[in-house]
């Protein structure tokens, strides 16, 4: 006995240093991966209203830190925190406590030195990240707790990491995932408290509980799951009335004082401002189309079924077979106990798990809640899912009786762990763009895909790679803010793109497809580069071709400007368009010039008057030349037929003739392709 029992000490040494490594590495990769990401549709409007909250807390107790703070000073053309509603160009509604953390610790750390955008949003996915992480250890608490092993708790925690959509987006969903952090944590310690009632345990619960109300209102789930469980043990008499109506009390002072102290929206008006946010919350005043099984549907609008099909296509496949069996187990527990509901502390907490996950989605579907983007709105029952999830692998791993089922059975779950973390590997930074096989290829065309626009960065990215420009016009082609996006880039980079003020005059169109899901057809643009998770396209950057309007059918001895003055005359009266093709930059005084090594000049079919057959071109060129840079060569081709080799010495405007005898058929579209080998530019 005495050797068992230094054995089992042993293994529980281990397993706690394991433990400690596997955080300890999932910590180390968060913080080597955390500036990958690009920014998310909400994150602005979340710092903007942190920001309005410090500059409310700064003028109500006369800080004068913050009142003469440049960056904070920035914002104050915004509506007070007062008037700072949704429907109004605010949100104050929502929960602030992370918002306000971060802006404050933004401006004490002065991150960024409060203009440098790209560090400011990376301080912030670190931030959330770290909250996350926080969310992690208490979900292994919780695992541990109810299953008794610390190697089964880390293996929840691994379930949670290898889930794409929720490991992205801990980095950049400063809402829904820092909530589900604090939510979980919230949970943690609730169970605590419910297994072991004590003075100190219900504080802790309480302050957990009010943060968790402070991110998202939702969480007052906890404060009735609190309450309602300590009823029952009270009618149980498993802890007596008085020490009962003593923890109540703490707990719910402590929970309102939490509330108050960290949502100073409140501060002005306590139980009004807090119902008003339960009202506006419950139905959130929101006008937006969303993609829901190929079909454009309102927000509002959204079929009973919408969260049900979410989680079922977003979810790995292993937990949701995993997360049935526990389920019904667990139903089936509930059942049979009757009005007793449990027997045990494992009984009790798997009754909890149960309740957390259903009844927010039952609530959310029978009361016809208004969420979109996927089921981000019910992220935060997702811990309780993983915790089902984890008991359904128990139990299966029960009825496994034999040495080879056992090993089979660890293998499936094995590969398929495996699987999942080449597959976010594969896909980073874009794991929130996960669908399961559930749903067959096309699914792009069938659901909102990269509803945070994160993917916007990567378009971005390559188009400061491509064109060395100074000024670079960028057109969103769905629902992007891609003025937005462009801050997570280096500054340098970041101050190049130019959000396009008409849907004529651009150089690039950039489309994650929302709001816009089919694929763009225009002549005037070119798709330059697509980007795919699983084979589907989930963005795509065009080059605009440039429109010079010109007389057709082309007559002899025409002259065709590319100044940007002689066009905006040409544009007036009812004119064919002639298409400046790819590799070309905006149309200046005096020409246009290329920005690329290579750039095509194209004719439509029929630009020429039928009995006209033109024997040359003749074209004015000005070549780039510098001291460092003394030769331009050009080749020119027609139709892909090397015409003619080019060599510019002088920056003088130089006449080419090319010769246009190898054409026998001017009615056909002719392209006209110009290749500079030793092309530079002047950010070279």
């Known amino acids: 006995m005495k050797i068992l029992a230094v054995s089992f000490t042993e293994l529980q040494s281990q397993a706690k240093i394991f433990v400690l490594l596997f955080f300890s590495a999932v910590l180390v990769l968060g913080i080597n991966i955390y500036q990958d990401f690009g920014i998310s549709f909400d994150e602005a409007a979340h710092r903007e209203r942190g920001i309005v909250t410090l500059n409310y807390i700064g003028d109500l107790w006369g800080i004068k830190a913050i009142k003469t703070d440049p960056v904070l000073t920035k914002f104050?053309?915004?509506?007070?925190?007062?008037?700072?509603?949704?429907?109004?160009?605010?949100?104050?509604?929502?929960?602030?406590?992370?918002?306000?953390?971060?802006?404050?610790?933004?401006?004490?750390?002065?991150?960024?030195?409060?203009?440098?955008?790209?560090?400011?949003?990376?301080?912030?996915?670190?931030?959330?990240?770290?909250?996350?992480?926080?969310?992690?250890?208490?979900?292994?608490?919780?695992?541990?707790?109810?299953?008794s092993s610390q190697l089964i708790g880390a293996l929840t925690v691994v379930f949670m990491l290898l889930s794409p959509r929720f490991f992205a987006e801990s980095f950049f969903n400063a809402m829904d995932l820092v909530y589900l952090a604090f939510f979980t944590t919230a949970l943690n310690t609730s169970i605590r408290y419910l297994l072991r009632p004590s003075i100190l345990n219900v504080i802790i619960c309480a302050i957990a509980c009010g943060l968790a109300i402070d991110?998202?209102?939702?969480?007052?789930?906890?404060?009735?799951?609190?309450?309602?469980?300590?009823?029952?043990?009270?009618?149980?008499?498993?802890?007596?009335?008085?020490?009962?109506?003593?923890?109540?009390?703490?707990?719910?002072?402590?929970?309102?004082?939490?509330?108050?102290?960290?949502?100073?929206?409140?501060?002005?008006?306590?139980?009004?401002?807090?119902?008003?946010?339960?009202?506006?919350?419950?139905?959130?005043?929101?006008?937006?189309?969303?993609?829901?099984?190929?079909?454009?549907?309102?927000?509002?609008?959204?079929?009973?079924?919408?969260?049900?099909?979410?989680?079922?296509?977003?979810?790995?496949?292993?937990?949701?077979?995993?997360?049935?069996?526990?389920?019904?187990?667990?139903?089936?527990?509930?059942?049979?106990?009757?009005?007793?509901?449990?027997?045990?502390?494992?009984?009790?907490?798997?009754?909890?798990?149960?309740a957390i996950f259903f009844c927010p989605l039952i609530a959310v579907i029978s009361l016809h809640s208004v969420i979109f983007d996927g089921w981000r709105h019910l992220y935060f029952i997702y811990p309780a899912f993983l915790l089902l999830t984890t008991k359904g692998l128990l139990i299966l791993w029960n009825y496994c009786k034999t040495y080879l089922l056992k090993i089979v059975f660890i293998s499936l779950i094995g590969a398929n762990c495996i699987w999942l973390g080449v597959w976010m590997i594969q896909a980073h930074p874009l794991q929130n763009l996960y669908f399961n096989r559930l749903i067959p290829p096309g699914w792009n065309q069938q659901f909102e895909v990269d509803y945070w626009g994160l993917s916007a960065r990567q378009g971005l990215e390559y188009i400061a790679k491509l064109d060395g420009r100074d000024q670079i016009q960028v057109l969103p082609g769905g629902l992007m803010n891609l003025g937005l996006a462009s801050q997570i880039l280096i500054p340098k980079d970041a101050e190049r793109f130019i959000p396009a003020d008409n849907a004529d005059n651009y150089d690039y169109l950039v489309t994650a497809f929302r709001a816009n899901p089919k694929p763009i057809n225009s002549p005037a643009l070119i798709p330059i580069k697509n980007f795919y998770v699983d084979n589907e396209i989930v963005l795509a950057v065009y080059k605009h071709l440039s429109p010079f309007p010109i007389q057709k059918p082309i007559e002899p001895g025409q002259s065709i400007s590319f100044n940007s003055q002689m066009n905006q005359a040409l544009n007036a009266g009812n004119k064919q368009s002639f298409i400046l093709g790819l590799g070309w930059s905006k149309p200046e005084s005096w020409g246009t010039w290329t920005n690329d090594k290579t750039a095509t000049l194209g004719f439509p079919a029929d630009s020429f008057v039928p009995s006209f057959k033109p024997t040359k071109l003749v074209l004015m060129l000005k070549g780039f030349i510098l001291p460092a840079h003394p030769t331009q060569t050009i080749l020119i081709y027609i139709n892909n037929a090397l015409i003619k080799t080019v060599q510019i010495n002088t920056p003088e405007i130089k006449t080419i003739e090319i010769p246009l005898s190898n054409i026998s058929n001017f009615t056909a579209p002719i392209e006209i392709k110009f290749e500079l080998p030793n092309a530079t530019s002047p950010n070279a």
Not at 287 to 301: E, F, H, R, S
């Open 76 to 147: 104050r053309s915004l509506p007070p925190l007062n008037l700072y509603l949704e429907g109004k160009g605010g949100s104050a509604e929502h929960g602030v406590a992370f918002d306000l953390l971060e802006v404050t610790l933004e401006r004490i750390l002065n991150i960024g030195n409060g203009t440098n955008q790209q560090a400011i949003y990376h301080f912030r996915h670190l931030l959330s990240f770290l909250f996350f992480f926080g969310g992690l250890v208490a979900l292994y608490q919780l695992s541990k707790r109810r299953f």
């Open 215 to 354: 991110i998202r209102n939702t969480g007052i789930v906890l404060l009735l799951m609190v309450i309602t469980i300590n009823v029952i043990q009270g009618l149980r008499k498993e802890i007596s009335w008085l020490r009962l109506t003593q923890y109540i009390a703490i707990f719910s002072v402590v929970v309102c004082l939490t509330i108050l102290v960290f949502w100073p929206w409140l501060w002005a008006n306590p139980l009004y401002n807090f119902y008003y946010a339960l009202k506006v919350l419950s139905k959130i005043p929101v006008d937006m189309d969303v993609l829901y099984l190929g079909n454009i549907i309102t927000a509002t609008n959204i079929p009973w079924h919408y969260p049900l099909v979410w989680i079922g296509i977003s979810t790995p496949l292993l937990y949701i077979g995993l997360f049935l069996v526990g389920s019904v187990y667990t139903a089936g527990n509930i059942l049979h106990r009757n009005l007793r509901l449990w027997a045990s502390n494992n009984e009790l907490q798997d009754w909890l798990f149960f």
